[in-house]
Nanobody
Framework: QLRLVESGGGLVQPGQSLRLSCAVS????????IGWFRQAPGKERERTSC????????NYADSVKGRFTISKVNNENTVFLQMNGLKPEDTGVYYC????????????????WGQGTQVTVSS
């Protein structure tokens, strides 16, 4: 059973940066694809990025490409989402999710989810 805990959210002004962390326990990251998702009030959940079990391959939504970077440190069982140039439309609850697979970098569905961390971008 994989357990994921997000942290690092907060309130920032447009143009600023945040780094989200996803701490994973219960198994090793070596065998999991991890995705970062977000959901704004009244909107559907959106996948922003994902990373393969090896950490070599990544994928980004067009809305965040060039501004967000996903990375992982397998021996620390942590996945990061560096968010630069934040915009008000980036506001939402951010979730990390895992899927036990060696394919990737993304999965069609994810079996394990964290509780989320709030990101608010406002002046």
């Amino acid at each position: 059973q994989l357990r994921l805990v997000e942290s690092g959210g907060g309130l920032v002004q447009p143009g600023q940066s945040l780094r989200l962390s996803c701490a994973v326990s219960g198994s090793t990251l070596n065998y999991y694809v991890i995705g970062w998702f977000r959901q704004a009030p009244g909107k559907e959940r959106e996948r922003t990025s994902c990373i393969s079990s090896s950490g070599i391959f990544t994928n980004y939504a067009d809305s965040v490409k060039g501004r967000f970077t996903i990375s992982k440190v397998n021996n620390e069982n942590t996945v990061f989402l560096q968010m630069n140039g934040l915009k008000p439309e980036d506001t939402g609850v951010y979730y990390c999710a895992g899927k036990h697979t060696n394919s990737g970098p993304c999965a069609d569905n994810y079996d394990y989810w964290g509780q989320g961390t709030q990101v608010t971008v406002s002046s």
